[in-house]
């Protein structure tokens, strides 16, 4: 749990504290004196008696008993102080913004060690050090500027970057966003944006704590707590919006099979999110405008009315809208639209954009925005994109817009573009409780995104049943490295994975007897493969569709004196279309299941889908509908589709294979050959590190 002494303490002393402003140790003690903090504070600076109407002591140790303190003084002197407030003066709350710690060199990191080890020593929290600091509804413990707007159900913004928070308040306010608390984690020495959502978890009051948050991170200590935390957050009625950066530097790696090469580091955070629920966004922009839609009622469908005076603007979002996934469908026949358009200056539109043209009236605007809400039923939520050319002043229309905003049981999104021209008016908008977006592309993307990004997966689901004992058995027998191909063998046969029946055979009399076994004929082709080189189709590694005794044996002469070949596999040749499933394992993340088209086009299409396991077959069925050749497995031209059940119920089990076997770090199934009689993997890789 969090310190009370840090959310809300009766006492906090400013040690660095400063008359000049454009000091941190000043301007925390200003952002202080002029929040809602009622209780006692206290300054300490050995040079100063006084420090903006505050009595200044000269050391700590002069100190009285003090809850919370803000330390902005220099790092070589942060632990002794840290030492004497915890020890002596009953301090548990803690806000270090000074820099010189672990991001710095390894005394830096000692020093903090020393001060986090003392503060968990006495029960305390501690935001930073490194950071810009903390604020809440109770007061401002920070040393940036400007300081928002607070309200209980405002945003609860957990960054990692102090100077990025600066920048994503700024763009906030400036559209009417508000915010309850900003925690900006620093080094996250002790607090981290994982400790952070576990208290607003717990701490959670339907009645009192606010439903959004914001997170900007650049590292994701701790994945499986912040899954739990966000997933019970967002079950709870919260939404999550949250930028992860530094994705495609650390993902790159060199890697040993496929899986490794797509399993990049922002692939597995996509699929943390996606599992968690929260909505991933990529920029500054993109985040805030997400919060502020998580600001308005939910939207319950994609179908959407564009109100507008301005035709670019609602062409522009139509399109995004429509490219997104959402419907901007067509009102011209609706039977309610002759009425509407009998009120609207001849040469309007209802065909959705519904269009009252430039010189159209608030009067008019609310006639369209009732017919949305009780007339048009098929339409979920609206768009209206209001702006002013700069010849009259639109509250009029603003101010009918927020009566209609209060009324409407329909999600109304307000697009006021006129940030120059009318500034007056909309400032005044925002003044009401209202929140602007000024950018109706921006707006659209945002709620695609909401809309599309699933709820929270079950934290305990329903997997395929397979032999476990066998999976141990076969594990603990073998060494770290890649499987052989019996051993990989019994791994998929006991987890119940379709897999192709073959041999592996290092005489040529052995290929001959199997040939002869199985029939090899038209009717019944063989395919021979080396075993031994990674990717056998450069090598020249693979033949198909080997009819004839005669081939079997010139086959196998030419295979075996491949480089690395230490055998051939052999099995009667299948058909259908190539797909695929990898896992790989991350020592943070756990397991990554990976599916998508296969073969050789995996690495040119990287058309896969990826999700955190355990994943069910259901789950896995739905992520296949996002792939771009969908379309491809459900058969095109006159080619065979893929079984999609029998594909998701493989995805699935190999999802409880890794789950049963941990110490499998890389596996491929490529490729699985899908029609619609079976889904059979007819190459794998498996590699062991236990």
């Given at each position: 749990?969090?310190?009370?002494?840090?959310?809300?303490?009766?006492?906090?002393?400013?040690?660095?504290?400063?008359?000049?402003?454009?000091?941190?140790?000043?301007k925390?003690?200003?952002?202080?004196l002029?929040?809602?903090?009622?209780?006692?504070?206290?300054?300490?600076?050995p040079?100063?008696?006084?420090?903006?109407?505050?009595?200044?002591?000269?050391?700590?140790?002069?100190?009285?008993?003090?809850?919370?303190?803000?330390?902005?003084?220099?790092?070589?002197f942060?632990?002794?102080?840290?030492?004497?407030l915890?020890?002596?003066?009953?301090?548990?709350?803690?806000?270090?913004?000074s820099a010189?710690?672990?991001?710095?060199?390894?005394?830096?990191?000692?020093?903090?060690?020393?001060?986090?080890?003392?503060?968990?020593?006495?029960?305390?929290?501690?935001?930073?050090p490194?950071?810009?600091?903390?604020?809440?509804?109770?007061?401002?413990?920070?040393?940036?500027?400007?300081?928002?707007?607070?309200?209980?159900?405002?945003?609860?913004?957990?960054?990692?970057?102090?100077?990025?928070?600066?920048?994503?308040?700024?763009?906030?306010?400036?559209?009417?966003?508000?915010?309850?608390?900003?925690?900006?984690?620093?080094?996250?020495?002790?607090?981290?944006?994982?400790?952070?959502?576990?208290?607003?978890?717990?701490?959670?009051?339907?009645?009192?704590?606010?439903r959004?948050?914001?997170?900007?991170?650049?590292?994701?200590?701790?994945?499986?707590?912040?899954?739990?935390?966000?997933?019970?957050?967002?079950?709870?009625?919260?939404?999550?919006?949250?930028?992860?950066?530094?994705?495609?530097?650390?993902?790159?790696?060199?890697?040993?099979?496929?899986?490794?090469?797509?399993?990049?580091?922002?692939?597995?955070?996509?699929?943390?999110?996606?599992?968690?629920?929260?909505?991933?966004?990529?920029?500054r922009?993109?985040?805030?405008?997400?919060?502020?839609?998580?600001?308005?009622?939910?939207?319950?469908?994609?179908?959407?009315?564009?109100?507008?005076?301005?035709?670019?603007?609602?062409?522009?979002?139509?399109?995004?809208?429509?490219?997104?996934?959402?419907?901007?469908?067509?009102?011209?026949?609706?039977?309610?639209?002759?009425?509407?358009?009998?009120?609207?200056?001849?040469?309007?539109?209802?065909?959705?954009?519904?269009?009252?043209?430039?010189?159209?009236?608030?009067?008019?605007?609310?006639?369209?925005?009732?017919?949305?809400?009780?007339?048009?039923?098929?339409?979920?939520?609206?768009?209206?994109?209001?702006?002013?050319?700069?010849?009259?002043?639109?509250?009029?229309?603003?101010?009918?817009?927020?009566?209609?905003?209060?009324?409407?049981?329909?999600?109304?999104?307000?697009?006021?573009?006129?940030i120059?021209?009318?500034?007056?008016?909309?400032?005044?908008?925002?003044?009401?409780g209202?929140?602007?977006?000024?950018?109706?592309?921006?707006?659209?993307?945002?709620?695609?995104?909401?809309?599309?990004?699933?709820?929270?997966?079950?934290?305990?689901?329903?997997?395929?049943?397979?032999?476990?004992?066998?999976?141990?058995?076969?594990?603990?027998?073998?060494?770290?490295?890649?499987m052989?191909?019996?051993?990989?063998?019994e791994?998929?046969?006991a987890?119940?994975?379709?897999?192709?029946?073959?041999?592996?055979?290092?005489?040529?009399?052995?290929?001959?007897?199997?040939?002869?076994?199985?029939?090899?004929?038209?009717?019944?082709?063989?395919?021979?493969?080396?075993?031994?080189?990674?990717?056998?189709?450069?090598?020249?590694?693979?033949?198909?569709?080997?009819?004839?005794?005669?081939?079997?044996?010139?086959?196998?002469?030419?295979?075996?004196?491949?480089?690395e070949?230490?055998?051939?596999?052999?099995?009667?040749?299948?058909?259908g279309?190539?797909?695929?499933?990898?896992?790989?394992?991350?020592?943070?993340?756990?397991?990554?299941?990976?599916?998508?088209?296969?073969?050789?086009?995996?690495?040119?299409?990287?058309?896969?889908?990826?999700?955190?396991?355990?994943?069910?077959?259901?789950?896995?069925?739905?992520?296949?509908?996002?792939?771009?050749?969908?379309?491809?497995l459900?058969g095109?031209?006159?080619?065979?589709?893929?079984?999609?059940?029998?594909?998701?119920?493989?995805?699935?089990?190999?999802?409880?294979?890794?789950?049963?076997?941990?110490?499998?770090?890389?596996?491929?199934?490529?490729?699985?050959?899908?029609?619609?009689?079976?889904?059979?993997?007819?190459?794998?890789?498996?590699?062991?590190?236990k």
């Amino acid at each position: 749990m969090i310190a009370k002494e840090l959310l809300n303490p009766k006492s906090i002393v400013i040690c660095g504290a400063s008359s000049d402003v454009h000091k941190p140790g000043g301007k925390a003690l200003w952002n202080l004196l002029h929040s809602p903090f009622k209780g006692q504070v206290y300054a300490v600076n050995p040079k100063e008696t006084e420090v903006q109407g505050v009595k200044c002591y000269a050391k700590v140790d002069d100190l009285p008993q003090v809850d919370c303190a803000i330390l902005c003084i220099a790092a070589k002197f942060c632990a002794q102080t840290v030492d004497v407030l915890a020890k002596e003066k009953g301090t548990k709350g803690f806000i270090i913004v000074s820099a010189g710690f672990s991001e710095e060199n390894a005394e830096g990191a000692a020093i903090e060690k020393h001060i986090v080890d003392t503060i968990n020593s006495v029960g305390g929290s501690l935001i930073g050090p490194n950071c810009t600091g903390f604020l809440n509804t109770n007061y401002s413990g920070c040393f940036d500027a400007p300081i928002p707007p607070l309200d209980p159900k405002g945003v609860d913004f957990i960054t990692g970057s102090g100077a990025t928070a600066v920048f994503i308040k700024e763009y906030g306010m400036s559209n009417g966003l508000k915010f309850n608390s900003v925690w900006a984690v620093g080094n996250s020495a002790q607090l981290g944006i994982e400790d952070v959502l576990e208290h607003l978890d717990e701490t959670f009051d339907p009645e009192k704590s606010s439903r959004v948050i914001m997170l900007y991170m650049e590292k994701i200590g701790d994945p499986q707590r912040l899954l739990k935390h966000s997933r019970s957050l967002i079950n709870k009625g919260c939404h999550i919006a949250a930028i992860k950066s530094g994705g495609s530097a650390a993902g790159s790696r060199a890697a040993s099979s496929h899986t490794g090469a797509l399993a990049t580091n922002d692939a597995a955070v996509d699929a943390l999110f996606r599992k968690a629920g929260i909505v991933r966004c990529q920029n500054r922009q993109e985040l805030t405008t997400v919060c502020a839609v998580f600001m308005y009622p939910e939207i319950k469908g994609k179908r959407c009315a564009i109100i507008t005076h301005a035709g670019g603007p609602a062409v522009m979002l139509t399109d995004v809208l429509s490219n997104g996934g959402m419907e901007v469908p067509s009102l011209k026949e609706h039977p309610a639209s002759p009425a509407l358009l009998e009120k609207l200056f001849a040469g309007s539109s209802v065909g959705n954009p519904i269009d009252f043209l430039a010189t159209g009236t608030a009067e008019q605007l609310g006639y369209i925005i009732d017919a949305v809400e009780n007339d048009y039923t098929d339409i979920d939520f609206s768009v209206v994109i209001f702006g002013s050319p700069g010849l009259f002043s639109n509250k009029e229309v603003y101010d009918l817009l927020d009566q209609k905003m209060k009324t409407c049981k329909k999600p109304i999104f307000p697009v006021l573009p006129s940030i120059i021209n009318v500034k007056e008016e909309i400032d005044e908008f925002i003044a009401k409780g209202r929140i602007n977006f000024p950018e109706e592309c921006v707006l659209g993307n945002a709620i695609c995104k909401v809309y599309n990004t699933p709820k929270p997966q079950p934290e305990h689901v329903e997997q395929p049943a397979i032999d476990v004992a066998r999976i141990r058995k076969t594990v603990e027998r073998c060494k770290d490295g890649y499987m052989e191909i019996s051993d990989y063998n019994e791994l998929l046969d006991a987890a119940g994975i379709s897999r192709k029946k073959s041999v592996e055979v290092s005489k040529k009399e052995d290929a001959l007897a199997f040939a002869k076994e199985v029939g090899c004929s038209k009717e019944v082709p063989l395919v021979m493969k080396v075993v031994g080189p990674l990717h056998k189709s450069d090598v020249g590694g693979v033949t198909l569709g080997v009819k004839d005794l005669d081939t079997v044996a010139k086959e196998f002469d030419r295979l075996i004196v491949i480089p690395e070949t230490y055998a051939v596999e052999m099995y009667p040749m299948l058909d259908g279309t190539d797909v695929y499933i990898g896992a790989i394992r991350d020592p943070k993340f756990g397991h990554q299941i990976f599916f998508g088209l296969g073969g050789i086009f995996i690495e040119v299409l990287k058309d896969v889908q990826s999700a955190l396991a355990p994943i069910t077959a259901a789950e896995a069925k739905e992520m296949l509908t996002q792939l771009k050749g969908y379309k491809i497995l459900q058969g095109v031209r006159g080619q065979e589709g893929v079984n999609l059940d029998l594909y998701a119920e493989q995805v699935a089990r190999v999802s409880a294979l890794v789950q049963a076997a941990p110490e499998i770090a890389e596996m491929d199934l490529n490729p699985l050959l899908g029609n619609p009689r079976y889904v059979t993997a007819v190459d794998a890789r498996i590699r062991l590190e236990k």
